[in-house]
């Protein structure tokens, strides 16, 4: 699933079709231009395929086992290897992640750990690749978080699915799934690359997982914790952005230490749509929330209770838009960029009123 990640959706495909067939994206609370990269990348030839979820809520579990098993049925892969756009597979060659996938015991799957890499206050800002921008990471991999590799067959069925975050599959019988862990594969984790991308990733997130109907307080804790920030913003400091960084997931302690990446992939061919706006985000994503209850045939089919439930949903974007800026540079920024129609944007102003 990709969210708004024009600043890494390139790097991740050209690096990515290195050691797999095909690179299928489901795009969910996209409000960049993450889909105009992507469809220059298909208009090179590259192996690329994709499709859109209308829903801004976040019900991972749901959303990514349904895109898993969708390309499963297919019949044409062999494995399916679940990943965000932040993430990067890290393997001495194709052959050597073969080999370790055709190695996992069955029902089973390859466990594959992060390497959480680490913005600098010297990373070059001029740099638009994240992969060559960003050379630091911890030490040691994550100490608690991994992703999973398995056989498409295995969700062949309904008993085996995959859960939320992509960290686990699952049985509903209690089948026992053997879960073996990576010898030299890893996945390169970027999650903090900026201070716009991080302000929009958490707080947009924070918030469509807290409007999912099956919400519970431990899903996306990271994400809440941050937004809830007050210290977090677009103009937060290189030093504080690092810091951020280390903290993120829990993923460690200790001093970040130089790593580049080693890929292919040197150079992006499209960094002129590269824009990394969180005021822009927030606006394409307060529309998204509201567009349910604006459009209607009449207004006897917008019922009260839609109403009330959209102003509910307008009311915590309000608080989330007032820590990222000041209202007034909000609204310039919406306006200027024409980025919601009238009905939304009064609804906007009126929340922000509040």
Known sequence: MVASECDVIEAFVRHSLVYVDHVH??????????????????????????????????RREHLGDALAR????????DHILPLDADEFIVAESRAALEAALAGVPQPGALAVPWLSYVPQPDDDPLDPNPLTRIRNRLAEPHPGVRKVFFRAALLDGDDTYLADGNHHLLSRSGLAIREQPAVGIFLAHYPVRSAQQLVSKVRMGAL??????????????????????????PEISPEALSRLAVSYLHAGGGVPVPAPLATAVRTLRHPDLIHVDASARLAGFAEALVAPALHTDTPARASEAAYRTALAELDALRRIVQRTHA?????????????????????????VML
């Open 327 to 351: 209202s007034a540079r909000i609204y310039q920024a919406v306006a200027g960029a024409g980025l919601i129609g009238a009905a939304a944007m009064a609804l906007l102003g009126l929340a």
């Open 70 to 77: 969708r390309i499963a049925a297919q019949g044409t892969w």
């Open 208 to 233: 469509a997982r807290r409007l999912s109907p099956d919400f519970t307080e431990h899903q996306s804790r990271h994400w809440r914790t941050l937004a809830a920030d007050r210290a977090l913003g």
């Open 25 to 58: 994206l489901q795009f969910h609370n996209c409000y960049d231009t993450s889909p105009e990269i992507v469809a220059r990348l298909i208009a090179e030839g590259l192996a690329v395929s994709v499709e859109q979820s209308d829903t801004p809520v976040l």
